[in-house]
């Protein structure tokens, strides 16, 4: 079982940035495709980026592509999430997960085995 810890979560003004950080177990990195996930109240859990074990492969949800940026630290174990440009809809808890060692273009939330606690972002005026 993989354990992970999200950090860096906060409340931002919409046009803000934030970093998100995913400290993992040791090695994890070398195994496991790192996602993240997000989930708003009322609303359903929605994969927002993945980072593949191996070359790093990154895939991101179409409402992110070109305002968040996924990258590892695999010496680190760590993996982290750039947000720039967040809108009020970013607003959500915000997990990462361990799972297939290759991201699929569609994150689905079966294929991730072990969670984070999750961090909280809000971005409001």
């Known amino acids: 079982q993989v354990q992970l810890m999200e950090s860096g979560g906060g409340s931002v003004q919409p046009g803000g940035s934030l970093r998100l950080s995913c400290v993992t177990s040791e090695n994890a990195l070398r195994y496991y495709g790192i996602g993240w996930f997000r989930q708003a109240p009322g609303k359903e859990p929605e994969g927002v980026s993945c980072i593949s074990s191996g070359d790093g492969f990154a895939v991101y949800a179409d409402s992110v592509k070109g305002r968040f940026t996924v990258s590892r630290d695999v010496a680190g174990n760590s993996v982290y999430l750039q947000m720039e440009d967040l809108k009020s809809e970013d607003t959500a808890v915000y997990y990462c997960?361990?799972?297939?060692?290759?991201?699929?273009?569609?994150?689905?939330?079966?294929?991730?085995?072990?969670w984070g606690q999750g961090t909280q972002v809000t971005v409001s005026s």
């Open positions: 997960a361990a799972g297939i060692p290759r991201c699929g273009y569609v994150l689905k939330r079966r294929d991730f085995t072990s």
